[in-house]
């Protein structure tokens, strides 16, 4: 097995494709690419990429068709590329399954950064199961229900136990505010954001040790949350 993963870019616009297509060569990723959603779930099937990087203005359909169709049958990290400034639709391809976003106009630099998320992820996902989490001085005993940082037992609610293994459960990938209120609370509270909110701050606050770093829990702005591999 190649030890870069194979990424697949979906972007119709030829410059922006182009650019993304110099970079991963440059840094070794092999890659290829789609320039329409047909296309990359063509590709999708017949290469069995390890990250997508999926624009949401497609010509042909949108993106967020082409996340329902392959999340049918992979869990491949999805990063959502798109010009809409409107969070809207950031959320509705997170809440169907994207991983992370990248907002037009971004940087190599940023590219770059959210492929090294995603390639952490995919080196740790055999992980995935184990009774105890461990990510930096976090630990969880999930069977046991207990938290600890830096070894010392954190006296956490059930809500906020709750959320702490959501995100957890989900290390590097960001959970829409919906997502979250539905997993901890139920579908009747789906719209309780501002519930949410404070939960965060208390859980934030109790997982902090004096400096607010390092960040456990990370806010999306308007999106929702993360909790990044440390
Ligand atoms: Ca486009």
Redesign the pocket.
Known sequence: MNNEPLVLVV???APIRNLIATTLKTRGYPYVTANDGKTAIMLATARNPDVILL?????DTDGTEVIKTVRRWTDAPIIVIS?RTDDKDKIAALDLGADDYLTKPFSVEELLARLRVMQRRLANAVNKGDPVFVNGDLKIDFQAGCAYMNGEELHLTPIEFKLLCLLAGNVDKVLTHTYITRHVWGAAWENNVSSLRVFMATLRKKLDRGDGFPQYIQTRVGVGYRMPRM
Request: charged residues 45%.
């Open positions: 972007e119709d616009d624009d949401l203005g497609l010509p010009a």
